[in-house]
């Protein structure tokens, strides 16, 4: 089944405490990327990634990291979380054309405390 | 503020009725998407469409993109408790901008 999978859906932590959220999906996109989702604000990009060892900021980009080693993964890193990190994150693919869906995860919920 | 704006941003209506919800902006797109995301999961795409003035249906559902290509709606029929969630467009050029979502709830 296709599918992007995404690690852990929720989590409790606290400021300073790096984390890492894990990203994978098994259509060989070439295109991922992650997003937060917040309440009146919809899905904003952190990062994006057009394939192995390209990473490029989106909209939101401050206080992430990202790295893309392998096709199929595309962790999202979180180095000193912040309070105003709290929220939805979603990680996405798409295959190669530009009428292509994006695939999205199931979602990741993030509190930091 | 949204590049893209969704109206309304809640609604609810009773099984049966007709609704319709818009997506506006002042940025003409090469295309535009509309999602549906149900709470717990991610969005699942619904539609694309490209060309200005396009009307596309999914059995109960229509969507239009504008004639210029800056605007979008979504139009559907006899709702059913089934179509409760949250629609989101997306517009593309070079990247792709989600609007914040229309809520929608209907009550059986």
């Known amino acids: 089944e296709a599918q992007v999978t995404q690690n852990p859906r929720y989590l409790i932590t606290v400021t300073g405490k790096k984390l890492t959220v894990t990203c994978s999906q098994n259509?060989?996109?070439?295109?991922m990327s992650w997003y937060r989702q917040d309440p009146g604000l919809g899905l904003r990009q952190i990062y994006y990634s057009m394939n192995v060892e390209v990473t490029d900021k989106g909209d939101v980009p401050e206080g992430y990291k990202v790295s893309r080693k392998e096709k199929r993964n595309f962790p999202l890193i979180l180095e000193s979380p912040s309070p105003n990190q709290t929220s939805l994150y979603f990680c996405?693919?798409?295959?190669?054309?530009?009428?292509?869906?994006?695939?999205f995860g199931d979602g990741t919920r993030l509190s930091i405390l | 503020t949204q590049l893209l704006e969704q109206s309304p941003q809640f609604l609810s209506i009773q099984e049966g009725e007709n609704l319709t919800v818009y997506c506006n902006s002042s940025s003409v797109f090469s295309s535009l998407q509309w999602y549906r995301q149900e709470p717990g999961e991610g969005p699942v795409l619904l539609v694309t469409v490209v060309t200005g003035g396009e009307v596309k249906k999914l059995k109960r559902l229509t969507f239009q993109f504008g004639d210029a290509r800056k605007d979008s709606s979504l139009h559907i029929t006899a709702a059913q408790p089934g179509d409760t969630g949250l629609y989101l467009c997306?517009?593309?050029?070079?990247?792709?901008?989600f609007g914040a979502g229309t809520r929608l709830t209907v009550k059986p």
């Open positions: 259509m060989n996109h070439e295109y």
């Open positions: 997306a517009g593309r050029n070079n990247d792709m901008r």
């Open positions: 996405a693919s798409k295959g190669q054309g530009a009428f292509q869906p994006q695939h």
